[in-house]
């Protein structure tokens, strides 16, 4: 079983940034599949930016110059580097892992908040 657990949102202004954390349980970690989503009120969960086992990444267009994921394997965790923050990136934002062999994500973190400010 899989535990992930989110760290780091908060409320920052428009412009700012922040750096989210996602502490993965287990001892297979590399071999996961990771990603960042995210769900604002009223709307439906969209994916923000994933991270193979091996290292390489891609981020949803609306993000893209602006947030960088990226994994430490050692520290069985995966970070979210989000600058140049904007109203509506404000939403709930939640990790998700799967095994590299699946296509859905089967495990998700509880989800932390950010809110941007004007």
């Known amino acids: 079983q899989v535990q992930l657990v989110e760290s780091g949102g908060g409320l920052v202004q428009a412009g700012g940034s922040l750096s989210l954390s996602c502490a993965a349980s287990p001892r297979s970690f590399r071999w996961l599949a990771m990603a960042w989503f995210r769900q604002s009120p009223g709307k439906e969960r969209e994916y923000v930016a994933q991270?193979?086992?091996?290292?390489?990444?891609t981020v949803a267009e609306f993000v893209k110059g602006r947030f960088t994921i990226s994994r430490d394997n050692a520290e069985n965790t995966v970070y979210l580097q989000m600058d140049s923050l904007k109203l509506e990136d404000t939403a709930v934002y939640y990790c998700a892992a799967r095994q590299s062999n699946q296509n859905e994500y089967q495990y998700w973190g509880q989800g932390t908040q950010v809110t941007v400010s004007s």
């Open positions: 991270i193979s086992r091996y290292g390489s990444s």
